[in-house]
């Protein structure tokens, strides 16, 4: 996104809210502390971005953020950050999260970030996968945090994960994993261009 500009757009707590946007949206999703956050600002390229609109205890928003672009000045690219889920139940995660995944036809693809060192997906994560199976929607397995992981055991845990997410999801799994680590910023071209590749732009 290197000719791109990120700006945060809002917060939504009900759908009229983000209904005006009509880009190709990409969401990203996973347990609390994944490193969703940081993975988010690499994408964007912003650091500050995300963590301003981070607000804690926040647990059924969504925060939108806009790429623009000189060809595309009012926002080429919707993305957004969906609220940390693993501390709670799936009904206190909400009903609009549900809503937002079942109804957004904007919705191109979802990253799943799964935390390689934990080296395989939570009760939450499967749950979360029963929906976006439920409701069509492409997603995408993104493991997080790889400069904790030697290449050998990525690669089994990569593995691992992928069957697994398939077994629940076979139609909405994307049958490819991207390896990505913040703090060596591996994997961020790779989502950048999935990105691309499937917003069509
Ligand atoms: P979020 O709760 O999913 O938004 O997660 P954050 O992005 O806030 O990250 C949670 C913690 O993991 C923070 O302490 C980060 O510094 C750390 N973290 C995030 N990404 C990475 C990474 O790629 N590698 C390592 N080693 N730590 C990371």
Not at 155 to 175: F, G, H, W
């Amino acid at each position: 996104f290197s000719q791109r500009d990120a700006k945060f757009l809002f917060t939504a707590t009900k759908p009229e809210q983000y209904k005006r946007l009509s880009n190709p949206e990409f969401t990203f999703a996973g347990r609390s502390n994944v490193g969703k956050s940081s993975l988010i600002s690499a994408v964007l390229r912003s650091q500050s971005l995300v963590k301003t609109s981070k607000k804690p205890g926040h647990t059924s928003t969504l925060n939108f953020f806009g790429l623009t672009s000189s060809t595309y000045p009012e926002s080429a690219i919707t993305v957004v950050d969906m609220p940390g889920y693993g501390f709670r139940s799936r009904d206190d995660w909400g009903q609009f999260i549900m809503e937002y995944l079942s109804t957004r036809k904007e919705l191109k693809r979802v990253f799943l970030l799964v935390e390689a060192k934990v080296g395989e997906l939570k009760t939450t994560d499967l749950s979360f996968l029963e929906l976006v199976e439920q409701y069509n929607v492409p997603t995408q397995l993104l493991l997080t945090k790889t400069d904790k992981l030697k290449r050998t055991d990525l690669n089994i845990v990569s593995a691992k994960v992928l069957r697994a997410a398939m077994d629940v999801a076979p139609t909405a799994v994307v049958p490819e994993v991207i390896c990505c680590s913040y703090k060596t910023k591996v994997g961020v071209d790779a989502i950048q261009e999935a990105i691309l590749r499937a917003s069509g732009v």
